[in-house]
């Protein structure tokens, strides 16, 4: 089948729909001319009498699965006889709504604040439907959930900013920070740790940055002020070479190494700090040891903190120093009287 062929199957199918008292194959043909228009097809024409008397044929016939049921009557023009029929129909069966059932499970466990007000609104009227008439039954999946996501309600206008490509002024405050208004180009939201943030271009610092979502207080679309391409900044892969949001000004990933008892290593090689881990040392080895190539943050600083004496960061000097500083303070906290 050709693509004009297709297009003409669908847009005759939509048309038949849209009027169901009947059209002539003059509208028929203005119709697939339309949907030509749209498709931006090279160099188009308007159907033939015997294009579109053959399309309704091979319709019939049921070249595309199920027989349409078109009739011509004189005065009136072809038209469905069944109401409501579509080509596009695709009936579930038991195995598909079961499979259904199974993605609403997985999906509704992310309508805690984590997606757009409109997704997790759709997500909840489609489980309902479902499970209408059904035997009630538990849920099945539980992801983790954190006792609250502020911010949530500035998913939905961040990602039609992303989609439609429109820069918006945002009310922006750090912790312990004055508030502030920044104007930016958002290209990507992104989840870490239970967090969300939207990564994009500030037009005042003429960078790219990452913002918390639940530090934002107010988002505004800009209708002067244009978007800002930063391809060239490849803002897509700017994450790529840290562990969570923060990427320190003009660094370069360097390599980290790290040892490990052998019971961490065994979690390391089954959960990666990062994409660029490679284990270095032999499988055998007391003191398993890995390498990374990054660039040093806070983030990373408290995932090695998280694993205790079961991590030791070889290299960089730099990073290892400041661990030990990080160590040493927390440990004149507890050596320390407590203070009540």
């Not at 997606?115 to 009227?125: D, N, Q, S, T, Y």
């Not at 961040?158 to 920070?177: F, N, P, T």
Request: charged share 25%; net charge positive; with cysteine.
């Amino acid at each position: 089948m050709t693509i004009t062929a297709s297009i003409r199957y669908k847009a005759i199918d939509r048309a038949l729909r849209r009027n169901p008292e009947g059209l002539s194959w003059e509208e028929l043909a203005s119709e697939c001319y339309e949907a030509f228009l749209k498709k931006e097809l090279p160099n188009p024409k308007r159907p033939s009498r015997g294009a579109i008397l053959g399309d309704i044929r091979n319709l019939r016939e049921g070249l595309l699965g199920e027989p349409a049921p078109i009739v011509y009557q004189k005065g009136r023009g072809y038209r469905y006889t069944e109401r409501g029929f579509s080509l596009n129909k695709s009936p579930l069966g038991e195995e598909d709504l079961k499979t259904l059932q199974n993605l609403v499970d997985w999906a509704e466990q992310l309508t805690y604040g984590q997606l757009p007000a409109g997704f997790a609104g759709a997500i909840h009227r489609l489980a309902t439907h479902l499970r209408t008439g059904a035997r009630a039954q538990q849920p099945s999946i539980q992801l983790d959930r954190p006792g609250g996501l502020d911010g949530h309600e500035n998913m939905q206008p961040l990602h039609q900013a992303i989609l439609s490509r429109k820069a918006v002024q945002i009310d922006y405050q750090e912790y312990l920070g004055e508030p502030q208004e920044n104007i930016i180009s958002p290209y990507l939201l992104k989840e870490y740790n239970r967090r969300w943030f939207v990564l994009a271009y500030d037009h005042e610092a003429h960078r790219l940055w990452s913002f918390p979502l639940d530090r934002i207080a107010r988002v505004t679309e800009l209708t002067l002020t244009p978007f800002y391409d930063a391809a060239h900044l490849k803002p897509l892969h700017w994450l790529d070479p840290i562990v969570g949001v923060i990427r320190p000004i003009n660094q370069q990933p360097i390599k980290i190494k790290l040892r490990t008892t052998p019971l961490q290593a065994c979690y390391l090689r089954t959960k990666p700090l990062h994409r660029t881990q490679t284990e270095v040392s032999s499988p055998n080895a007391l003191r398993p040891e890995f390498t990374l190539m990054l660039i040093p943050n806070p983030e990373l600083e408290m995932q090695l903190l998280s694993f205790g004496d079961a991590v030791e960061v070889i290299e960089p000097i730099s990073l290892r120093e400041r661990m030990i500083t990080r160590i040493k303070k927390a440990m004149a906290i507890y050596t320390g009287p407590a203070s009540m």
